[in-house]
């Protein structure tokens, strides 16, 4: 069983950067590739990033590349999604995910966080 808090979530301006970051429970962290997820009012939940459980490949959605990055700490048990350059079609609430698999797809996730709102205005 895993455990995830997200935090860091907030209203930021158009060009703006936020940093979330998601703290798991247990000790079998280091084996999990981690996901970043997004889901807006209406729409379904989206891809934003996922992080190998050693770190390296990470894997972005086209939306975000150049602009978002993913990065874990094992030893910290926590994920972190750096977030630049944000536009107003990034207001999301923004979720943590855990799975065994590197995985793009929210049904390859088994465990979740609560989410944490992102709001940009323009």
């Known amino acids: 069983q895993v455990q995830l808090v997200e935090s860091g979530g907030g209203l930021v301006q158009a060009g703006g950067s936020l940093r979330l970051s998601c703290v798991a429970s247990g000790r079998t962290f280091r084996n999990y590739a981690m996901g970043w997820f997004r889901q807006a009012p209406g729409k379904e939940r989206e891809f934003v990033a996922v992080i190998s459980s050693s770190g390296l490949p990470k894997t972005y959605a086209d939306s975000v590349k150049g602009r978002f990055t993913i990065s874990r700490d094992n030893a910290k048990v926590t994920v972190y999604l750096q977030m630049n350059s944000l536009k107003p079609e990034d207001t999301a609430v923004y979720y943590c995910?855990?799975?065994?698999?590197?995985?793009?797809?929210?049904?390859?996730?088994?465990?979740w966080g609560q989410g944490t709102q992102v709001t940009v205005s323009s």
């Open positions: 995910a855990a799975s065994m698999k590197y995985s793009r797809d929210v049904e390859g996730y088994d465990y």
